[in-house]
């Protein structure tokens, strides 16, 4: 019986891992899309869009790892929370990421790139964003 514990810890360890590395993840996808639309850098834009397949990849994994636990394991009501929770969390981290995706293509689409009036404030709420991403990341990881 402890060998099946074991087994179901290292599962929910996996999904842990897997929306943290998510959470990485999309913190260096909006931290180069900002960076690609304040700079016009096209090596950045093909970046960002290029890191979206990976994080479609690990949010698949991540609903996929939690419905066969839930399935195989039927788990007590702590660990169904927090896989469900888990689940929810890498979907959001997956559209935070379309949202990076999208700006990169924007910019690289405007003539003469970003007005020079809207990069600082870009900049700005990149960080914020970014200042967010990690604290929710920090405390999904407690």
């Known amino acids: 019986m402890a060998a ?3 087994h179901f810890q290292e ?10 590395r998510m959470g990485h993840d999309a ?5 180069d899309a900002v960076s690609a639309a304040t700079s016009a850098d096209r090596r950045l ?3 960002v869009v290029f890191g979206d397949d990976a994080i479609d990849a690990l949010e ?6 939690a419905l066969l636990a839930v399935m195989q394991e039927a788990p007590v009501a702590g660990d169904l929370r927090f896989l469900m929770a888990s689940v929810g969390v890498a ?7 379309d949202d990076a995706v999208k700006l990169a293509r924007r910019s690289a ?8 009036e809207l990069r600082v404030p870009l900049q700005e709420l990149g960080e914020a964003a970014l200042s967010q991403l990690y604290a929710a990341i920090r405390l999904y990881g407690q």
């Open 4 to 6: 099946a514990r074991i």
């Open 11 to 20: 599962r929910l360890d996996r999904v842990r891992a897997d929306v943290i």
């Open 27 to 31: 913190q260096a996808m909006v931290r």
């Open 45 to 47: 834009v093909e970046q």
């Open 60 to 65: 698949a994994r991540v609903a996929n790892e």
């Open 91 to 97: 979907a959001e981290l997956e559209k935070v990421c």
């Open 109 to 116: 689409k405007l003539p003469g790139g970003l007005p020079s």
